[in-house]
């Protein structure tokens, strides 16, 4: 069943992207994909299901989200910008993004991603349950069937399981060395957090302090305790990591748009 009600969406974007080398000094989140920069393409699949509030965990190269999203405008209606605090300001233009709100807060340098969840804690209302994302992760994502699975087991988290491809081509080969034939990058038997993730209100408790990783102290402590599950997605993810990856999603994206959800 669709929301009535937008859940928020924070997206992690803080980090310094050290791995993107040829993108120059371009935030990673801001590298383009086709004409818009893969942070949109996040949220673009979330505003697809009707979720359209947007917290972003902002950090190193800050102002040059602010200023991606200031210009934004000039193609959106009704988006609402937040500058981390209680002044607003609204655009009014031809339609794409209609009634994004999206709030931006500053939360750090070198703080640690589940340290930034914690410092946006206060621009989620009142909500009960809410998004996590990464600003740099897109995949075709069912967000209706992640929300209802998460709902149906009542723990306090889940992740999104996905399966990525080796980046390398194996090699199939006896005892002997003789070589029966290639496979050619193929998909992983073990499963890694592709983000989107859904958290109960309570994890709050779990991003106290100023030096907790989601990763290492959140999530494994969820797992430790019972309290995370796992959705799996067997469609199209990728992340981007590095320029080489920046190319492949431009170039597969104006091919085919695997993760267009709208």
Request: aromatic share 10%.
């Amino acid at each position: 069943m669709r929301e009535s009600v937008p859940i928020p969406v924070v997206i992690l974007c803080g980090g310094e992207g050290t791995r993107m080398g040829g993108a120059g000094e371009t935030k990673k989140e801001l590298v383009p994909v086709g004409d818009r920069a893969i942070i949109w393409h996040v949220m673009r699949i979330f505003a697809s299901f009707g979720h359209t509030d947007f917290i972003l965990t902002l950090g190193h190269m800050a102002a040059e989200i602010r200023r991606y999203f200031l210009e934004l405008n000039a193609s959106t209606r009704e988006l609402t910008l937040a500058l981390g605090g209680e002044d607003r300001i609204t655009f009014h233009r031809p339609p794409q993004e209609e009634g994004w709100r999206i709030t931006m807060v500053d939360t750090g340098l070198m703080t640690k991603k589940g340290s930034r969840i914690g410092r946006v804690s206060r621009y989620l209302g009142k909500a009960e349950i809410f998004f996590v994302t990464y600003g740099d992760g897109v995949g075709d994502v069912d967000i209706d069937a992640l929300l209802a699975f998460h709902r149906s087991h009542s723990r306090l988290a889940t992740i999104t399981g996905v399966q990525p491809r080796s980046q390398y081509g194996l090699v199939e080969a006896d005892q002997t060395g003789q070589v029966a034939g290639f496979d050619e990058k193929p998909r992983l038997d073990h499963w890694i957090n592709g983000g989107f993730m859904v958290f109960q209100r309570e994890v709050l408790d779990y991003f106290h302090g100023d030096d907790v990783d989601l990763e290492r102290d959140t999530l494994s402590a969820l797992a430790a305790a019972g309290e995370l599950m796992m959705y799996r997605h067997s469609g199209y993810w990728r992340s981007m990591d590095t320029f080489k990856e920046a190319v492949e999603l431009d170039a597969v994206w104006r091919e085919r748009s695997p993760w267009k959800t709208w």
